[in-house]
């Protein structure tokens, strides 16, 4: 696709803030820098403004991290290295058209960094061990053959990330930059059926906007996922309208 | 002593850098801010922003721009 030069300006502001893909796009504009005088101010008052995010954006780590992270890391066994995997996704790789791969790897990554966090936050070897269960849940489900990578957004702000195994009935939920509750109300999943609706989990506390995975079972045909705003605890059934309805094909 | 005041004052001077921030983006129009909370914090790239919020390239393009143009004035950016 040929970009006009006006259009190919009007990328500026995603190049500062590194959100143009790598590739030609990319090197389209770095090109297109080195001509444009006016851009490279812009670009460079852009980047100013994303570090000051960045910044605000830093926050002291709770106490006790540290040591919580060490103390699970010494107690997890190290995985061997799966070289025969490894050679074979790269040979697949080639041949997958590159967009879905790539936004599947992102919301892949991003679990994963939520499953740390996840991690880090168990206080105890019970809680560790549950942590450590569902990351288990979760990493067959991510490596599971044909999911299906959905998201949608909140009519409130923020965005769910949903990874569907239409095989194993289960999927997987990651939300980014929904508005924090008041204390005293938390987010719940539902799996609203035709005939029933079932309660798939709260939403745990977000960690820099991102809440961890929750995985879901029992995904039936014809499920709608949907998320309310519920009672500190939960509900046995929703008792607000959902600010997220996201029909799962299965 | 002085390493201590030290540390206080950079710790008043980041907090209110963080409020100034966060003012700046609440001064954004929704479409702008969830764009650049996508795209920054979210490390999405822009062509995946435009496909997880369904609207066009151009749009997310001019989002992302328009949004940091409003951050740079209101932060006094120069």
Redesign the interface.
């Known amino acids: 696709m040929r970009l006009l030069r006006h259009d190919l300006h009007a990328l500026s502001g995603a190049y500062a803030l590194d959100a143009l893909d790598p590739g030609s796009e990319r090197d389209r504009f770095t090109r297109h820098l080195s001509r444009c005088q006016s851009c490279v101010g812009e670009v460079r008052g852009f980047r100013k403004v994303a570090t000051a995010m960045a910044f605000a954006a830093a926050a002291e780590p709770p106490p006790g991290l540290r040591d919580r992270v060490l103390t699970a890391a010494a107690r997890t066994r190290q995985l061997p290295p799966e070289v025969k995997a490894h050679a074979r996704a790269r040979r697949t790789r080639s041949r997958v058209p590159w967009v879905p791969w790539l936004s599947g790897v992102v919301a892949a990554a991003s679990i994963v960094v939520a499953v740390l966090f996840g991690l880090a936050q168990a206080h105890t070897q019970d809680q560790l061990n549950q942590v450590r269960s569902e990351n288990r849940a979760i990493s067959l489900l991510l490596s599971s053959p044909q999911v299906t990578l959905l998201s949608k957004s909140a009519t409130t702000g923020g965005v769910a990330t949903v990874v569907l195994s239409a095989a194993r009935h289960q999927l997987a939920v990651v939300t980014t930059g929904l508005p924090a509750l008041p204390p005293g109300q938390v987010y719940q999943l539902w799996l609203i059926g035709k005939t029933n609706t079932t309660s798939a989990g709260l939403l745990p506390p977000a960690q820099a906007g991102q809440t961890p995975p929750v995985l879901a079972s029992g995904v039936a045909k014809g499920d709608t996922l949907g998320l309310t705003v519920e009672p500190a605890g939960g509900s046995a059934q929703p008792t607000t309208t959902p600010i997220l309805a996201l029909p799962l094909p299965l | 002593m002085q390493t201590h005041h030290d540390e206080v004052a950079e710790a008043v001077e980041?907090s209110l850098?963080?409020e100034?921030?966060?003012r700046c983006?609440d001064g954004l129009t929704?479409v702008q801010?969830?764009s650049?909370?996508?795209?920054?914090?979210?490390?999405?790239?822009?062509?995946?922003?435009a496909?997880?919020?369904t609207v066009s390239l151009?749009a997310?393009?001019?989002r992302?721009?328009?949004?940091?143009?409003r951050?740079?004035d209101c932060?006094g950016?120069?």
């Not at chain 2, 650049?36 to 922003?49: C, E, K, N, W």
């Open positions: 980041a850098d963080r100034r921030v966060r983006l929704d801010r969830e650049i909370t996508l795209a920054y914090y979210g490390g999405y790239s822009y062509r995946q922003v496909e997880l919020l151009g997310i393009k001019t992302i721009r328009d949004g940091l143009i951050m740079r932060l950016v120069s």
